[in-house]
């Protein structure tokens, strides 16, 4: 089943179940997500402006976008921007268009089935 910009899961403060921790710190937890992966990859990715079309992932993918501004777009026409601090999860089997609008550098984990 094709994914679209619906399917992408925005990360951080105040998405998903959130938990105060009491483990003698001040802490507080937002659970966003839970899954098994039998294999995993995790990187650091620079690019400078420009754009891609590319076919269906076969992993989620977790980013925190460290620097810089990007658009993905579904095959749907669907849009979503992302700017330095923002964070994700792209689903597998999301297809599209990846526009990296000013010099960006992400921080990323491969989630493989």
Avoid: N
Wanted: charged share 25%; hydrophobic share 45%; glycine share 12%.
């Amino acid at each position: 089943m094709s994914k679209t910009i619906a399917d992408i899961q925005r990360l951080g403060a105040g998405v998903g179940a959130h938990t105060v921790l009491d483990y003698g710190m001040d802490e507080e937890d937002w659970c966003a997500a839970r899954g098994q992966a039998s294999a995993y990859t995790v990187g650091w990715w620079e690019g400078r402006v420009g754009a891609v079309d590319f076919p269906a992932t076969t992993a989620d993918e977790i980013v925190w976008l460290a620097q810089g501004h990007v658009a993905l777009t579904d095959l749907q026409g669907g849009r979503i921007e992302f700017r330095a601090g923002d964070a994700y999860r792209l689903p597998a089997g999301f297809a599209g268009r990846w526009e990296t609008l000013q010099d960006a550098k992400k921080l990323y984990v491969l989630l493989e089935p």
